[in-house]
């Protein structure tokens, strides 16, 4: 067992800002799919250097209008002053998103790895603590009624945000060892973080074994399982580039037996609800799927697993 509190099994989406006109239409139509059933949260990129700002906060602002939960916007420390970075936490809080995914960030394209391209803040640890203590400072108290007592308030503390941070089950390509990787993960609980989603991951025992280790470290929030149907054996690939990690060869090689895109697909949809189920069952909480702005696939997981069914009768 994994060791995830036992609860209510939930499931989350990602999302990325469209980059055109018909991108946006198209997302807007498969949005529509996703808030029907109900997640958790979705959650919203933000490009390095603050590259999709402005159609990042116009999607977090649709789902407001449209949703009854809160999603949460991805912030990253790169290239950012300690004041530009209070005022994009600030603008996003005035804008009423509370829930944030602090990153440290990659370097921006052509960049080399390293920390110049970072600005004042160093590590996803540092954004943790900025975002509360923005927070704090724009709503230091609030006032709250009393029950069973009309009309009267009391003074209470200013409403917390919810901060996610990201989890690495394969470790962190620039991490020495994965003793690091959970230190790093308890190091950003203690900074304030209240929730984990993991980087992609393709066998179950990578998860788990990961979680029981974080567990046995002493973090105690809530660590989900980030998953992506990979519906061709070109996205596998191009994902591989893109997160460093190890390629998942019994994935690739059912993906390259069948042949046309329906097919591939199906695979890719099958080997995501397995490993889910398999995680699930292993003590997980819920499900964060990446979706490609896309719903079809996403959706084709959670109905395998009777997620949809379990939603829609409760």
Known sequence: MSGEPSRKTTFSFELYPP???SAQAALFESLEHLIAVGPEFISVTYGANGSSRTTSLALLA???R???FTPMAHLTCVGSSTAEASRLIREFL???ITSFLALRGDPPQGAHEG???LGDLRSAGELVQLIHRVQAERVPFSLDPVPGFPGAKRVEKGHKVTIAVAAFPNGHPNSRSAEQDIDTLLAKEAAGANLAITQLFFHADEYLGFVEKAREAGVTMRILPGIMPVLSPQRLKRILELTGEANPV?????????EGPEAQ?????????????EVLDGGASGLHLYTFNRHEAVLAVLERLGLLVARESA
Do not use: K, M, P
Not at 266 to 277: C, E, K, P
């Open 66 to 68: 449209h949703s009854t």
């Open 250 to 258: 019994d994935l690739e090689r059912a993906l390259l037996a069948v």
């Open 62 to 64: 649709h789902l407001l």
């Open 115 to 117: 920390e110049e391209f």
């Open 265 to 277: 697909a199906a695979v890719g949809i099958g080997h995501a609800a397995a490993l889910g189920r």
């Open 94 to 96: 005035d804008a009423g």
């Open 19 to 21: 980059r055109n006109e």
